[in-house]
């Protein structure tokens, strides 16, 4: 028997008793299932793309069709039920956890000195993009764009910058089918992507170590990348059956030549950070051994600078592309959502993914 109305209004009332916040992604699910259960399926008009947190809200609930609203109370009931059980289980928080601001699990963002940092935090897995990495970084970029901070910095905790999108992103079939999950897919890359064009202050790639697929793409549409002399850039989208994105089949040939893109972007050759710098694509290498004090020394004297001054030239250096970059990006998606459903990415995924599978 599905749960009573009673049942799902308890639920609803401890929801509000949690010692531990879910995380945004949970809290996504539960107004998605909430919203469903009380009016059925999304019946209101899209928000439009910067309004980030009413847009990732309809998604959500957008994204559970017309899942009948019985359904729908009863995996709220469930989700509920199971939240209640892992915060009383874990109420000691991790001494790691008190350091990130709140909301964030897959981020830790620090603002100190006008400088906003937004670290990477999945080291355990090279720092993969996993969707709720991409959700997340899409709100940070909102706040950081509003906040009082003169410059935004990225980084990457551990031994990694970024491994690239997170491989297992692929397995988390929705109901739809694998022509659902391309199209969503496609939405959410592009989405990403057009957060990193507008963004209004000077953005900074503090790359700590390796950088693959979409975390190096993405660095044509920053300011300043600095490296250390351990980093490599590496976009191996052929090996994968996959094609640039990022706006790189637009920013990088710009950057580096013809010749120089065709070898990065369709023979996935790997560069090394003092290749990169060669080719234009990082603004200064550093040693590893000094990198970190070498980099923020520089960046704490930039982030003194007049704010507006510098979010004016942003502007001026970057407005006349703007909009080129949004339709090369709409481009670069839509032809991903078609490459993400060919044997070609499909053998090369689950080839991944059974070499890492721990039998
Ligand atoms: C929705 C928007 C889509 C946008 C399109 C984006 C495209 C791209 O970004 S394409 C690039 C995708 N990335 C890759 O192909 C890299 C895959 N990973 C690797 O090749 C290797 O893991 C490595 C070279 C990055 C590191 O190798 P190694 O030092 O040997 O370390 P491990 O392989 O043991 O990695 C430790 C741990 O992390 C997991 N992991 C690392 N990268 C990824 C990843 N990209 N996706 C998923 N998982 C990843 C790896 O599986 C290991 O996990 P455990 O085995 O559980 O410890």
Redesign the pocket.
């Known amino acids: 028997m599905g749960a009573s109305q009673k049942d799902f209004e308890s639920a609803v009332n401890q929801v509000k008793l949690l010692k531990k916040d879910p995380g945004n992604e949970v809290k996504l699910k539960l107004y998605a299932l909430y919203k469903q259960a009380t009016e059925g399926p999304c019946n209101t008009p899209k928000p439009g793309l910067f309004d980030l947190i009413n847009k990732a809200k309809w998604d959500a609930w957008n994204a559970l069709g017309d899942l009948p609203k019985e359904t729908a109370r009863q995996n709220y009931v469930d989700l509920v039920s199971g939240l209640r059980s892992s915060s009383d289980s874990s109420s000691q928080v991790k001494p790691e956890a008190d350091k990130k601001q709140a909301g964030y699990e897959t981020l830790v963002i620090t603002s100190e000195d006008h400088i906003t940092k937004i670290m990477l935090n999945r080291p355990?897995?090279?720092n993969?993009l996993n969707t709720q990495m991409?959700q997340e970084i899409m709100l940070a970029l909102e706040a950081a764009s509003k906040d009082d901070s003169t410059i935004t910095v990225f980084t990457g905790s551990g031994d990694y910058y970024s491994?690239?999108?997170?491989?297992?992103?692929f397995t988390d079939i929705p109901p739809g089918g694998v022509e659902e999950k391309a199209k969503n897919?496609a939405i959410?890359?592009r989405d990403?992507v057009d957060c990193f064009i507008d963004f209004p202050k000077p953005l900074v790639a503090v790359v700590n170590g390796p950088a693959?697929?979409?975390s190096v793409t993405v660095l044509g549409l920053f300011d300043l990348v600095y490296a250390s002399d351990r980093a490599t850039f590496h976009t191996?989208?052929s090996h994968?059956g996959?094609t640039p994105?990022g706006c790189s089949s637009y920013t990088f040939p710009k950057i580096m030549g013809l010749a120089k893109a065709v070898e990065m972007l369709i023979f996935g050759k790997k560069l090394t950070a003092g290749e990169a710098y060669a080719q234009g694509l990082v603004t200064e290498v550093f040693p590893d051994s000094t990198f970190e004090k070498e980099v923020w020394t520089r960046l704490k004297a930039y982030s003194k600078l007049p704010r507006n001054a510098m979010r004016i030239s942003k502007q001026i250096i970057r407005n006349h592309e703007k909009e080129k970059l949004h339709a090369i990006n709409a481009e670069e998606s839509s032809i991903?959502q078609e490459r993400w459903l060919s044997d070609e990415c499909v053998n090369a995924v689950m080839n991944?993914l059974s070499q890492?599978a721990?039998l």
């Open positions: 355990a897995k090279k993969a991409y491994s690239g999108n997170d491989l297992t992103n897919g959410l890359l990403f693959v697929g979409i191996p989208f994968l996959q994105e991903l991944f890492k721990k």
